[in-house]
């Protein structure tokens, strides 16, 4: 298969994406509609023997039974011999989940409930801190304890009735020292986010809170909750368990905000609005199992992801968010794709024969379009861009922003088909007065390529649901983008040689012997000792 679409990626490269889109049809036939949301991949140079290769590829990759197998609680997490199961935390209406032999659905909602009490008292002034209600609460997490809880919570906002919530992840002090200034700690609940409880940036940060705390407030522990799979360490770090929310290890720090993960976000908007998260991403559950795949939204997001990347050789994706809430969902993407899917052998441990996942980029527009799209316009680089908008916003009064947010965001994708041709350029330039070599030259310049293919995806209205949907899309994504890969998505080996030699390095800052090291890093060891 993998010939055949390289073959097509190769001739596509010279197909006129405007000359398709305007063949009567296409936007239909190259788009998925679902439950208010709206995949246009129209302009990009997918033909239909392209996407009919593309879908065969899929079923050669056996994804039908991967999917089955996924959602059936299977070890498909091979290196670590786990089941993948975040589908289960937002399963409000199915069935059992079985994993060894047991249900895990039982203790699934036992957790969510025990969420939803806690974050009704908080909310409501039942739990208080030492100086009053709480005002405001702290996550300290990193990766995947973080970007997931700290992007819902801004995308969310127009919906956050609760205490404020501020993120800290880095174990720069600089952060934890800028989010507690100015915060009173008799009215601060600390939540410490961390699958394993072992992280050095979130066990560090942790340990400063408590210390902050400590100086204030006569019992500090009443006012921090663990979030965890390690019961035994959230004990031994002195958090009493009915403060400590659990989940198990079939879910994965990147997709784990559907659950106890997702606490702050549960305090900011409610248990209702957090239930109507869940239920988006459960909808797209279903219909990622039940879709057949030319009307499977996260199908064909992969595949026009493959057909990018794998086929057409374009290093980098980026994700442009026209919504100023969804400012921190490329970082989020970034996690969930780059820390998924870049890896460098196949679940057998073979080295990959082609390019694992691209670079994911981006920032909200309009900003980007002051700032990079320069690049993504006339730069030699082709860079496929995912548009992301909501068709309406949240402020009636503003409603003048919204319509020039969505103007510039249909026009971009325009732009970067349409481009402007070196005679269209030279008109413009007579027109300005300009002649001889010097209209060729300014001409020149402001020639635009265009063919450059980009996606959309809109929805109504950024709701709880829709935000749900929005991430389980991107989830089954990549989740069918690896399988097609043949890699493992669920595990992260790639992080772990940095965090051995971080541990190795921190003595030698203070003079350890750095004669193992290598002559750079000597260097740069000793230029930091000259400079403490
Ligand atoms: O270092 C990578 C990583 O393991 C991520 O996969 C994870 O989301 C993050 O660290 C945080 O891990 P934890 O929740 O165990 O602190």
């Known amino acids: 298969m993998w010939p055949e679409i390289e073959q097509l990626a190769r001739a596509a490269r010279d197909t006129d994406i405007l000359g398709l889109v305007d063949e009567p ?9 679902f439950d208010g949301m709206l995949f246009d991949y129209s302009k990009t140079a997918l033909g239909l023997e392209a996407r009919a290769a593309l879908i065969r590829l899929a079923g050669t990759c056996d994804l039908a039974a991967r999917r089955a197998a996924m959602f059936a ?21 199915g069935g059992p989940v079985m994993v060894d032999g047991r249900d895990i659905m039982p203790g699934i909602r036992e957790t969510r409930a025990r969420m939803a009490a806690f974050a009704g008292d908080i909310r409501a002034g039942r739990i208080t801190g030492a100086g009053g209600p709480i005002s405001d609460v702290v996550n300290i997490g990193i ?20 205490p404020r919530c501020h993120f800290v992840s880095n174990v720069d002090g600089a952060d934890i020292a800028d989010t507690l200034a100015g915060l009173d700690p008799g009215r601060t609940l600390v939540i410490v986010a961390s699958k394993t409880f072992i992280t050095i940036e979130t066990m560090t940060n942790a340990a400063t809170a408590r210390d902050w705390m400590a100086r204030a407030v006569d019992d500090p522990g009443a006012q921090f909750v663990a979030v ?42 409610g248990p209702e609005r957090f239930g109507e998260f869940l239920a988006g991403a459960e909808a797209m559950d279903r219909h990622f199992q039940e879709a057949p795949p030319l009307e499977n939204m996260p199908v064909m997001l992969a595949l026009v992801g493959i057909w990018h990347h794998q086929g057409c050789g374009y290093a980098t994706r980026a994700v442009l968010p026209y919504d100023q809430r969804l400012r921190r969902l490329p970082a989020y993407l970034q996690q969930l794709e780059m820390e998924s899917n870049g890896k460098g052998v196949t679940m057998e441990g073979a080295p990959l024969e082609r390019s694992s996942g691209p670079v994911v980029w981006g920032e909200p527009g309009t900003n980007g379009q002051h700032a990079f799209y320069q690049l993504i316009h006339q730069g030699t680089a082709v860079v496929p861009c995912e548009f ?42 007579r027109a300005a007065g300009f002649d001889g070599a010097d209209l060729e030259r300014q001409a020149a310049h402001r020639v635009f390529p265009g063919n450059r293919p980009s996606t959309t995806l809109i929805c109504d209205r950024l709701t709880p649901r829709r935000l749900g949907q929005i991430l389980a899309l991107y989830e089954h994504r990549v989740f069918v983008e690896g399988v097609i890969l043949g890699i493992n998505s669920f595990d992260q080996w790639g992080v772990e040689l940095g965090k051995v030699l971080a541990q190795e ?11 193992g090291k290598d002559g750079s890093t000597r260097a740069l060891v000793e230029f930091v000792r000259a400079a403490r």
């Open 143 to 162: 990766g995947g304890s973080h970007l997931g809880p700290e992007m819902a919570t801004l995308a969310l906002a127009p919906c956050h009735d609760g």
């Open 505 to 515: 390095m921190e003595p030698l800052l203070d003079g350890g012997d750095t004669s």
């Open 73 to 93: 609680g299977e070890p498909i997490n091979q290196t670590e011999g786990r089941a993948v199961l975040h589908t289960a935390l937002r399963n409000l209406t």
């Open 388 to 429: 992301i908008l909501a068709a309406t916003g949240h402020e009636p009064d503003l409603a003048h922003h919204h319509r020039l947010l969505v103007a510039n965001c249909l026009a971009q994708s325009e732009a970067l088909m349409r481009g402007r041709s070196m005679d269209e350029a030279r008109e413009m330039m």
């Open 25 to 33: 049809g296409r936007a239909a036939a190259f788009s998925v509609r």
């Open 228 to 269: 965890s799979s390690a019961p035994e360490r959230t004990a031994d770090w002195g958090i009493a368990p009915e403060r400590v929310f659990g989940f198990g290890d079939y879910v994965g720090g990147r997709y784990s905000v559907w659950g106890p993960i997702g606490l702050p976000v549960m305090i900011a908007i």
